[in-house]
């Protein structure tokens, strides 16, 4: 390894920081020693916008990529959903982190009373919002974009019911320990929702190496199923499209759905297999969507 300290390449936002700083921490405890580069992303400059108008895969990476090709920085930080199936060419996913909590949440604006039956809830989520109007479709979805701290205080000023949000973000950042929220269990979460991931240059194997150290194996099969289910569908990350996997001893279990935007249709399907064939059973279950009226709702959506 070089004898400089590696550049560490991430968001701003105080959430991407924390994620780099877990990333700089392991790589302390395998005597690497690395630098902070902050980079602000496509994604972080238009807050108002729905992410899905945006149309550009990758808002949250591309900024990041550009970097890493350009060796402005050593290696990159992502939160693992936001990153496109489709990497840049010269881009390749090195390391997983262990995965945290996979579940989203509701944070509620008013902890004495119930949720109504009818009433608005925010989320930039088209995976989110197709799934809570599956549950709830009396209710109204309104455009929630920014940062953790943002979206929460746009929460308080508003007249929402509350906010969907992914636990793991506001837990990481100590956000949820005075604020009324519940577990949505039932909601499939984003293809590797939880998960932190570490990219490099193709070319850079002395760094693909030492990064082995802090990789998962069983999360990286898990979210190799979850990001083969997306590809499959040809479906970007805003998709309303939700997977996830779990793996007990070497078998690994993979649910996925795909939800029209009002919530009125969902395919949902389970498949089971070994884990060292995770990429072929995230793909198998893509093409048995597709067949399965699939097709026909991504057009629809598409449109």
Not at 155 to 164: C, F, I, R, T, V
């Amino acid at each position: 390894m070089p004898s400089k300290p590696l550049r560490i390449g991430t968001r701003k936002s105080k959430l991407a920081l924390w994620q780099a700083q877990k990333v700089q921490e392991l790589l302390a405890q395998q005597h690497l020693e690395s630098i902070l580069v902050p980079i602000e992303s496509e994604g972080d400059q238009n807050l108002k916008q729905p992410l899905y108008e945006l149309g550009i895969q990758g808002i949250f990476t591309k900024t990041l990529d550009s970097a890493l090709l350009n060796d402005t920085i050593d290696l990159a930080v992502h939160s693992l959903k936001d990153v496109p199936t489709q990497l840049a060419q010269g881009i390749e996913l090195t390391a997983v982190l262990k995965r945290g909590d996979h579940r989203d949440i509701i944070v509620l604006k008013n902890v004495d009373s119930p949720l109504p039956e009818t009433g608005k809830i925010a989320t930039s989520s088209l995976r989110r919002q197709a799934q809570w109007l599956r549950k709830y479709p009396q209710y109204r979805c309104e455009n929630l974009r920014g940062n953790v701290q943002t979206r929460l205080t746009k929460l308080d000023q508003s007249d929402w019911q509350g906010a969907l949000f992914a636990q793991v973000g506001l837990a990481r950042l100590d956000l949820l320990n005075d604020r009324p929220y519940q577990v949505l269990d039932w909601m499939l979460p984003a293809p590797a929702q939880g998960a932190i991931g570490v990219c490099t240059r193709q070319d850079d194997r002395e760094l693909q190496t030492a990064l082995g150290s802090i990789s998962c194996a069983q999360t990286t099969a898990c979210v190799r199923a979850e990001r083969a289910v997306l590809r499959g569908l040809k479906a970007g990350c805003s998709a309303p499209v939700g997977a996830l996997a779990t793996v007990d001893q070497n078998l690994l279990n993979l649910s996925a759905g795909l939800y029209s935007l009002d919530g009125t249709q969902a395919i949902e399907i389970e498949c089971t297999g070994d884990s060292e064939q995770a990429e072929k059973l995230g793909l198998s279950l893509a093409e048995e969507i597709l067949h399965t009226g699939g097709e026909a709702l991504l057009q629809k959506i598409r449109n």
